[in-house]
């Protein structure tokens, strides 16, 4: 993914489309309504289209994570899904409604995100990149309550960051950093987050952190999860759904879509990832465990 089109975490909503008029939005899961759904949408840069025509419906409180070689197009899809990219054809449905029709707060307010590289501000400390988080729930008539304060700390203790709350955030490692913005992505409480590689910069223990807390929210408040991993067991063992993005003469669509012994299958990995390898049960989980042919 190209950083320069990569913004922090919104505060006020995503921003490439500029907000419209003040539609309202469900600001909770409709049952039956898909949390997200791309309808015959393609999405490109500069005239150069990069996914084609694609349908594909988000079933609200699953986590789907997108898989695929560099350079296939996750961050892409992610993005149009965040609204940071306009659709060169097609539309994005959230919660129900088009999401070119409502405010970058009303967006706020349904959708967290986190970019691939989101940009630390300087001289902020933890707490309050975190309490960004908390802007799509503020107005003039609604100023900073005991709630949101509440929904920080919540976030700050979930991801371990309660100690290094009032640290500087430029000052952070990377793995302190990264788990400072899922902080500010819980705190958010928006029925549905987008995660492009949250385990980014993590050791394992940490990537495993990360995804016990997805899981987490997933399970205890119904959030729908849709992000973005490289490492496919980690995927496997995390997501109700898998979703590989072609590459190659697949390039520009989803070449498989489904619950993980379904796409973590040796044909389906040489078409994605041009990759020889066996896929076994994780003794631990019986999930799917892919083992490259790797000599050695
Ligand atoms: N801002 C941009 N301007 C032009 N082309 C871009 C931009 N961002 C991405 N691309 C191109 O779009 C294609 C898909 O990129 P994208 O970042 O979505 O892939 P990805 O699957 O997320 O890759 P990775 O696994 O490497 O993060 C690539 O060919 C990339 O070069």
């Not at 302190?176 to 949250?198: G, H, K, N, S, Y």
């Not at 979703?243 to 973590?264: F, K, Q, Y």
Request: net charge negative; glycine share 8%.
């Amino acid at each position: 993914m190209m950083p320069t089109s990569t913004p922090a975490p919104s505060s006020s909503g995503p921003a490439a489309d500029a907000p419209q008029d003040g539609a309202r939005a469900p600001e909770a899961q409709e049952p039956g309504v898909p949390a997200l759904e791309a309808r015959s949408l393609s999405i490109g840069y500069d005239g150069h289209e990069v996914l084609r025509d694609l349908d594909l419906k988000v079933e609200a409180g699953t986590v789907t994570t997108m898989i695929g070689a560099n350079g296939s197009g996750k961050s892409t899809l992610l993005k149009a899904f965040a609204r940071l990219l306009s659709p060169t054809a097609g539309q994005v449905l959230l919660h129900g409604s088009p999401i070119r029709g409502q405010s970058g707060r009303q967006v706020a307010r349904q959708l967290a995100v986190l970019p691939q590289k989101p940009l630390t501000p300087q001289a902020t400390r933890v707490r309050d990149l975190v309490a960004r988080g908390r802007h799509p729930h503020q107005s003039m008539l609604r100023p900073w309550t005991s709630a949101d304060a509440a929904a920080v700390d919540d976030a700050l203790a979930a991801t371990g960051m309660g100690d290094l709350a009032d640290r500087d955030a430029a000052e952070l490692s990377g793995g302190q950093l990264q788990r400072a913005w899922i902080a500010l992505v819980l705190a958010q409480q928006a029925p549905t987050v987008l995660l492009d590689e949250p385990t980014t910069f993590l050791d394992l223990t940490h990537q495993l952190e990360v995804l016990r807390i997805v899981r987490r929210i997933n399970r205890e408040r119904g959030t729908t999860v849709v992000m973005v991993l490289h490492d496919l067991t980690l995927a496997a063992r995390f997501s109700d759904r898998l979703l590989v993005l072609g590459s190659g003469e697949h390039r520009g669509g989803i070449v498989a879509d489904g619950a993980p012994w379904e796409v973590l299958t040796p044909d389906v990995l040489q078409t994605a990832f041009d990759l020889d390898a066996s896929v076994i049960p994780d003794p631990h989980t019986g999930r799917p465990l892919v083992v490259p042919h790797e000599p050695v």
